[in-house]
């Protein structure tokens, strides 16, 4: 449970690795220290040598001179130490010992600035026979050196009793340190990071449902980014699901919407085809010109039908002369629109492969949001231009007017159905679907819609469709 607590938890890691990284600095920190410790020890003996050398300098009081002498051996655990005059020995204190093993000498007088880090080690596991043979100046006036034999053992015992404090004080060292570091790191990174993984774990699982409310962070780092990256992400995919609700509803009224006025279309079809078939050529011209019309309407109904249970109808493409189809939604928006005076310049033999009511569509959203939009700004010259160019095996057909062009903030969300509404007009009730359907029809055949330029001297679209490949 304890493992698996560690391995899961961030905190935890973060508390053992601190703690980890403080023990393995203060083991770098150690091992010179522990040679420096073992130098001090033995300059620390040698001292004591010599002021106990310049106390039994001149002085004949023998019970005092003992009592020195035992208080030295006791406290530096030396068993004997000698003078060098002259080249000769002389002995101050103790007896030479009756069995002496290995002797390591070291003389403090040669000693370097910076003493051996593997002595230390050495001592450790050193044979308890050794004996250390210490030489060092003497501060006495006409003694060349003092020498002293120290049990190795004696050295060993005070670098273990060493590095066992040192052990201790790092090991306290590194649980205060990593509790520091663990509590100021767990205020600024880990509750904020176990937040976020709350909150990501809850807007996963429930979208919709707000649970708790936080404010928007203001930290400048990395993780206040994060925060409100996170904040803003929720923000808009919460928006997004609300307008697909919207418009899963808005697409159930439509489908049911249209659905009945197929049906009444349908009646007005058999109405058309009777008027059609009446022998006053009028009469009749209207018949067929109205049954195209209902035709396409009922050809329209069937496409939101198919749109809305997610069926994509395949534009049947064709070889069409395309100034006809352009005449004809040109005629009927005018018809609404009286005042618009228009100019087709596209020649009458140029071929494209489109699919007609596709075009016809195309053609007829872009004249009347054209035509709109000059009515309502109340043009001295309400004029509609197309014109045609070939190139590049595509048909570019421009369509420009003389509106007052459209605002700037239109023209970011130009094709995007529900966000480019009032594009080109001031219609409380456009939706802002025709661009966005004309750009996919024309996507859809081969080709496609988009803005050239709008300013206050109009506004010109450019739609390229595929040439046919008839000569």
Do not use: C
């Not at 035992?70 to 204190?93: C, H, P, W, Y």
């Not at 279309?265 to 049954?291: F, P, V």
Request: overall charge negative; charged content about 25%; aromatic content about 6%.
């Amino acid at each position: 449970m304890i493992d698996g607590f560690i391995s899961r938890r961030l905190s935890s890691k973060l508390l053992l690795l601190t703690i980890g990284f403080v023990m393995l600095a203060e083991m770098l920190l150690f091992i010179p220290s522990a040679a420096i410790h073992r130098q001090d020890w033995l300059q620390e003996r040698a001292q004591q040598a010599g002021l106990l050398a310049l106390a039994l300098t001149g002085v004949p009081d023998y019970e005092a001179s003992g009592t020195l002498t035992d208080q030295f051996i006791s406290d530096t655990d030396v068993l004997l130490m000698a003078a060098k005059r002259n080249g000769m020995t002389e002995l101050i204190l103790g007896e030479p010992p009756a069995e002496v093993g290995d002797m390591l000498i070291i003389d403090l007088r040669d000693m370097p600035r910076f003493p051996s880090l593997f002595a230390p080690f050495q001592d450790i596991v050193s044979n308890e026979n050794q004996v250390l043979r210490v030489i060092a100046a003497s501060p006495v006036d006409g003694q060349d050196a003092l020498e002293l034999l120290i049990p190795r053992t004696k050295l060993r015992d005070t670098i273990l009793e060493f590095m066992k404090n040192i052990f201790w004080l790092s090991l306290f060292i590194a649980i205060v340190t990593g509790a520091l570091i663990y509590g100021a790191m767990s205020a600024m990174i880990i509750r904020p990071v176990q937040q976020l993984a709350e909150d990501m774990t809850a807007f996963r699982e429930d979208p919709a449902r707000r649970r708790q409310i936080r404010s928007r962070s203001n930290r400048r780092d990395e993780i206040g980014q994060l925060q409100r990256e996170f904040t803003d992400v929720k923000q808009s995919l919460r928006a997004a699901f609300h307008q697909r609700e919207r418009l899963a509803g808005l697409g159930l009224a439509v489908a049911k919407i249209n659905h009945d006025l197929r049906n009444v279309l349908s009646s007005a079809l058999l109405i058309s085809d009777r008027l059609s078939m009446n022998a006053e050529t009028k009469i009749s011209d209207m018949g067929e010109r109205l049954t195209r019309t209902v035709e396409r309407g009922i050809s329209l109904t069937e496409d939101v039908l198919s749109y809305s249970r997610a069926e994509t109808a395949d534009p049947q493409i064709q070889d069409t002369r395309i100034a006809f189809i352009i005449g004809e939604a040109a005629a009927d928006v005018i018809g609404q629109f009286p005042g618009t005076k228009f100019r087709n310049t596209v020649p009458t033999e140029l071929m494209v492969r489109t699919d007609p009511d596709h075009a016809y569509r195309i053609f007829h959203n872009l004249f009347r949001n054209a035509a709109q939009a000059m009515i309502e700004s109340e043009s001295s010259q309400q004029r509609l231009l197309v014109g045609a160019e070939g190139q590049d095996g595509l048909a570019e057909l421009r369509i420009s007017d003389t509106g007052p062009g459209l605002p700037e903030r239109a023209r970011d969300n130009l094709f995007q159905a529900f966000s480019g509404a009032h594009a080109h007009s001031s219609n409380s009730n456009s939706t802002g679907l025709g661009l966005s359907i004309s750009k996919e029809l024309a996507k859809a055949q081969g080709g496609d819609l988009n803005l050239m330029s709008s300013d206050e001297t109009g506004t010109r679209f450019i739609l390229t469709l595929p040439l046919s490949q008839k000569k």
